[in-house]
């Protein structure tokens, strides 16, 4: 029997003119997935690749915003021929770069009631008038990153501590099963200290948190000195559940914490300096404040804010429990400064809540994007200045994956 190879050259009906609309629609033309959609309301059809070239985002989930397509994850703003003319990071004298344009089909067309895409440049001009009803092809699935993904499965996480439960969870004489890695332990604590029913390389508590390593860990120390300082007042969020790997909710998490807790308008770069295990990133914002961020591998991230009367750590560590599942402990740990009250119930409450809007805003990032882990490859995704954090992050779980 004759194989038939897929072309792409051609025309090739993919939605019928009346079914798009200012919703970018998922269609397929010739293997290559696409959306299709109206930049103003009965306007002329556009057609993008499926994909945002920044973090990969699906463009299905884009919104039209003053007739540009506006990637739902950091609202890069697209126009019909596929240029990218606005990158809110950039600030708004920045001028995105060429290459962050999206690659267009070689045409696009409205005709017999249908829309038609050329993937390619092809001879007819035009689409063909069908004679019957034309058929269309199976939306493909958008291409996944093709180089390494960091998933919550990956082996190299057994070689790490990850938080498994907040240490109050577990109660004297008492036990609980946690999920860590694909796999179940059942934790007890019983006079001779913590204990797991399957073998594992050990169980340890701190930070207020019970920690699990599945085999020799070769993570580096994560150093809090605000723990135990007692110009600190300290408490815990509540722990939350991503339906994601815990390497894209790292991520999510730095673009979430910058954006909320380190405001944009303070201006200021963030400098950012590869450690063994991690890296450092430092910020100083134009109103004399000061942003940092420790990581070590895999998961765990503390966020230091200086201002000139207050201190406020933020720690957020992550469990990778399944492939679709991370939970994140979220610690808060407020100073007014040498010789000042320590904060008060107010001042807690309002570090709690711009928190969790880092946290919602993070979760709805990771929700928005869809690689099924984070792609490790520098080359996979479009990296500007302004992701310098995501670009570091990256490094170092590639590193830990590699076992360097
Ligand atoms: S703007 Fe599309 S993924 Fe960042």
Redesign the pocket.
């Given at each position: 029997m004759a194989v038939l190879a897929r072309t792409s050259t051609g025309w090739f009906p993919v939605a019928r003119a009346a079914e798009v609309g200012t919703t970018p629609v998922p269609v397929g033309a010739g293997g290559r997935a696409y959306v299709v959609v109206r930049l103003r309301p009965g306007g002329e059809v556009s057609a993008f690749p499926a994909r945002?070239p920044?973090?990969?985002?699906p463009l299905a989930r884009a919104t039209v915003v003053d007739e540009r397509l506006e990637?739902?994850?950091?609202?890069?703003r697209f126009n019909g021929e596929g240029r990218c003319v606005a990158i809110p990071a950039l600030g708004p004298e920045g001028t995105p770069p060429p290459r962050a344009d999206l690659p267009v089909p070689w045409a696009v067309e409205e005709r017999h009631g249908w829309i038609w895409l050329a993937p390619d440049r092809t001879a007819a001009p035009r689409p063909p008038r069908p004679l019957a009803e034309p058929a269309v092809e199976p939306v493909p699935v958008p291409p996944a990153p093709r180089g390494p993904v960091l998933g919550n499965l990956d082996r190299s996480l057994r070689h790490a501590w990850h938080p498994v439960a907040l240490s109050r969870e577990l109660r004297p004489g008492g036990w609980l099963q946690v999920r860590l890695l694909g796999g179940t332990w059942t934790l007890r604590r019983g006079a001779a200290g913590l204990l797991a029913d399957q073998p594992a390389y050990g169980v340890r508590e701190h930070l207020g948190l019970v920690w699990l390593a599945p085999e020799k860990p070769r993570d580096p120390p994560f150093d809090v000195p605000e723990d135990g300082d007692r110009r600190f007042v300290t408490g815990w969020l509540p722990p939350l559940r991503s339906p994601g790997a815990a390497g894209s909710l790292a991520d999510a998490v730095l673009d979430a914490a910058d954006h909320v807790l380190v405001p944009a308008h303070a201006g200021g770069e963030w400098r950012v300096d590869s450690e063994p295990g991690g890296f450092r990133g430092v910020r100083e914002t134009d109103d004399g404040c000061r942003a940092g961020y420790v990581h070590r591998a895999p998961f765990r991230l503390r966020l230091r804010l200086e201002s000139a009367d207050a201190v406020t750590t933020v720690l957020f560590l992550l469990q990778p429990e399944d492939p679709d599942s991370t939970r994140l402990y979220t610690r808060l740990l407020l100073s007014a400064g040498p010789g000042a009250p320590l904060p008060g119930p107010a001042d807690v409450g309002r570090a709690a809540a711009d928190a969790q809007e880092a946290l919602a805003r993070a979760l709805a990032l990771q929700a928005r994007?869809d690689a099924g882990g984070l792609p490790l490859s520098l080359r996979e995704e479009l990296h500007l200045p302004c992701d310098r954090l995501g670009v570091a992050l990256r490094r170092a779980l590639a590193d830990f994956a590699a076992g360097r």
């Open positions: 945002c920044h973090r990969l985002a990637c739902a994850q950091h609202a890069w994007g």
